[in-house]
């Protein structure tokens, strides 16, 4: 059982890693809490079911311009709806929250409530030492961990990663050293929304497209923004480790109400100790 | 009510001259887990108000009624279906409503309804939902009714199977019903080696199943997870390595777990439902459900079907719309004629009220994705 742990917390550490980082990341840029954000992965889902079934596409086609289509759907909501409300996080939660509401109920009026399935493009399992990997769960994994160093890579190693990063820390200075803030967000809310586009894209063949399944993902990405510390990146990939870890090892021992329970315990204990989260700025 | 969906379906069958209308409510779970149930629900009520309205209306004593059906969503969810039922009884002064399927949402509601006399025709299954009332009547079988039918079932046709697993919902209806399977399979002889709940809001049972797999258990019985649900279990527990045999007993719809699930490890989960498929019946009632609802036809859609045409039917017997000649005419019709077979009252010994409907239930496999029927099960 407890090879069979270790692979249940690795998988799901990747995929809340991925899910939560599109969302610290604009927060950390834009000042901005997203709650939209399960939306935009819903949009990556659906994405994935209209490519494959009225287009014909294969899912690793399909996969990608998910989060093009999110991507560019974020930068929309951007220019059109978040704009205004850089900094203001009270005023971005509400605008994001009708969004959301928005988004979710036009999927549900055109594609009606049930889950819709999507093409595995993996099925079956390895077993290795005793453990069985889930084929499907293993490559939404590593495909999260790419685009994990992906986006730090372009985060620290590029230059518009450079001038999200000034824009983040000072945008008064930033705009001094002739960084624009109005280029930068838009691309630090397409990023942020393609990489929810591509977590909702790789969910879908795991447990299909539904349009409700963009709150438990809000759900998890805050809860594990909120215990790295908002805006934080290497906070939420800490915080996304801790959780998955103590979620499937409460489960295991006791049953996933008590593990639900002990995950808030844990960000309320955290949050007592260091307000800002484990990783925040104080 | 942030999640709340109105639809007031006032259909006229062009009949010459004014009509009275008489409102009925739905209160279901229209959206998220559970929607497979409650879209049912309201489909099935609609397409029998509807044929009513276009045989000319309902006949209540001197007065012609055209059936209005107002819904509302109550998300599984205990608040909202206050809500919706405050909102029916109030404002849309409503006085027989169809639901809830939850039986949370349903003893949220129960002691306002009996209060005010307001009839509930329910899909919900915990035992309390009947007991110490008068205007609840229970209009599709429980694990109660059939457990001891399908546990018997499971001794005589899989003769291979001793360890049970028992997995199901955590809110009222799960504990409710996994009580019941766990005595059933525990009186029959088998061994329940592991009993788990989970959250209806949850996709990951990775976690749960490597536990309960863990007990090696020869079936898993998925009770009265939703369909979706159950399909996701399947497909994560043969992802796990596990290679036993799954049963439904509770709430089964095919096409719903297939999709989920795939159509190779959904072969051979076994189920229970009110109506077979690809019958004339099941195929009638699905194209007119289809006209109503983006969702695929189960059998909540004739079980609703058979439990509206019932009421209206006593409201015409009794020629009256008061609540207490209604239930006098509902109690005094067994037995009646549904689409597919007779039903009767029952329930007395174990709810204290004859409010519960006995009727045919068939067990259906899954055979290539489409359900297959294999026998029938006798009710308790």
Redesign the interface.
């Known amino acids: 059982?407890l090879q069979?742990?270790l692979v249940?917390a690795g998988?799901?550490s990747a995929t809340y890693m991925l899910t939560a980082l599109g969302f610290t990341l604009i927060f950390g840029i834009m000042r901005v809490v997203n709650f939209a954000h399960g939306e935009f992965l819903l949009i990556g889902a659906y994405t994935v079911f209209v490519a494959q079934y009225n287009l014909g596409l294969d899912y690793m086609i399909a996969l990608p311009l998910a989060a093009v289509v999110a991507g560019g759907f974020g930068i929309i909501a951007e220019r059109l709806v978040f704009r205004r409300f850089t900094g203001d996080e009270t005023g971005g939660m509400i605008v994001a929250l009708a969004l959301a509401?928005t988004i979710k109920g036009a999927v549900?009026i055109i594609?009606?409530?049930?889950?819709?399935?999507i093409d595995?493009p993996f099925?079956?399992?390895f077993?290795i030492a005793g453990a069985?990997i889930?084929?499907?769960?293993l490559f939404a994994a590593v495909m999260a961990l790419v685009l994990v160093a992906g986006t730090y890579w372009l985060l620290n190693h590029t230059r518009l990663g450079l001038a999200m990063r000034a824009v983040a820390q000072a945008p008064d200075v930033a705009r001094l050293q002739g960084i624009t803030p109005w280029k930068t967000y838009p691309a630090a809310f397409a990023i942020g929304c393609a990489l929810a586009g591509f977590a909702g894209a790789l969910a879908a063949p795991i447990?299909?497209a539904?349009?409700?399944?963009g709150?438990?993902a809000l759900m998890k990405a805050f809860i594990v923004v909120v215990l790295g510390g908002l805006g934080s990146i290497p906070g939420a990939l800490l915080a996304a480790v801790l959780l998955a870890t103590i979620?499937?090892g409460i489960?295991?021992?006791f049953?996933?109400?008590i593990?639900?329970l002990a995950s808030f315990l844990v960000v309320i204990v955290v949050l007592l100790v260091r307000p800002a989260g484990i990783l925040g700025r104080t | 009510m942030?999640a709340l969906t109105c639809s007031a379906l006032a259909l006229s069958a062009g009949v010459a001259q004014a009509q009275d209308v008489l409102r009925v409510g739905v209160i279901g779970p229209?959206?998220?887990?559970g929607?497979?149930w409650g879209?049912g629900l309201d489909g099935g009520v609609k397409i029998a108000a509807q044929e009513i309205n276009q045989d000319g209306g309902l006949k209540v004593g001197d007065d012609t009624y055209t059936i209005e059906v107002v819904s509302y969503d109550d998300q599984y969810k205990a608040a909202e279906a206050l809500t919706a039922a405050n909102r029916l009884m109030g404002p849309d002064d409503v006085r027989f409503i169809f639901g809830p399927i939850g039986s949370a949402s349903l003893l949220a509601i129960k002691p306002m309804t009996e209060r005010e006399g307001v009839q509930l025709y329910t899909g919900a299954w915990a035992a309390d939902v009947l007991k110490d009332s008068e205007y609840v009547f229970r209009v599709g079988p429980t694990t109660q009714e059939f457990a001891p039918s399908t546990v018997q079932w499971v001794k005589e046709n899989k003769p291979d199977v001793q360890r049970i697993g028992l997995i199901a919902a955590?809110d009222e209806t799960g504990w409710n019903s996994q009580k019941i399977q766990a005595n059933a399979y525990s009186e029959a002889g088998f061994d329940v080696v592991t009993t788990?709940?989970?959250?209806r809001?949850?996709?990951?049972f990775?976690?749960?199943l490597?536990?309960m797999l863990?007990q090696d258990p020869d079936n898993i019985e998925l009770d009265t997870a939703a369909p979706?649900t159950a399909g996701?279990i399947v497909r994560?527990a043969r992802?796990?390595?596990y290679t036993g045999s799954f049963t439904k007993f509770g709430g089964f719809d095919v096409d719903?777990l297939v999709?989920?699930a795939?159509k190779?490890y959904a072969e051979g989960v076994v189920g229970i439902t009110m109506a077979a498929p690809d019958t004339e019946v099941w195929n009638r009632l699905g194209d007119e459900f289809a006209k109503l609802?983006?969702?695929?036809m189960n059998d909540y859609v004739v079980m609703f079907y058979d439990a509206a045409n019932l009421v209206f039917s006593a409201m015409e017997n009794a020629g009256s719309l008061d609540s207490d000649d209604v239930v006098a005419a509902l109690e005094s019709s067994a037995p009646f004629e549904g689409s597919v077979g007779t039903m009767t009252w029952g329930g007395g010994e174990a709810y204290g009220v004859d409010h519960q409907i006995y009727r045919s239930v068939v067990m259906v496999e899954i055979q290539d994705g489409a359900g297959v029927v294999i026998g029938e099960a006798k009710l308790n």
């Open positions: 059982m069979q742990f249940v998988l799901s509401i549900t594609w009606g409530v049930d889950s819709q399935p595995r099925s079956g399992s077993q069985f889930p084929k499907d769960q447990y299909g539904e349009p409700n399944m709150e438990a979620e499937a489960s295991i021992l049953n996933s109400s593990a639900a | 942030a229209l959206t998220g887990g929607a497979a879209l955590n788990e709940f989970f959250e809001t949850q996709n990951d990775s976690a749960i490597t536990k863990a979706r996701l994560q992802d796990l390595g719903e999709k989920a795939g190779q609802h983006k969702a695929e």
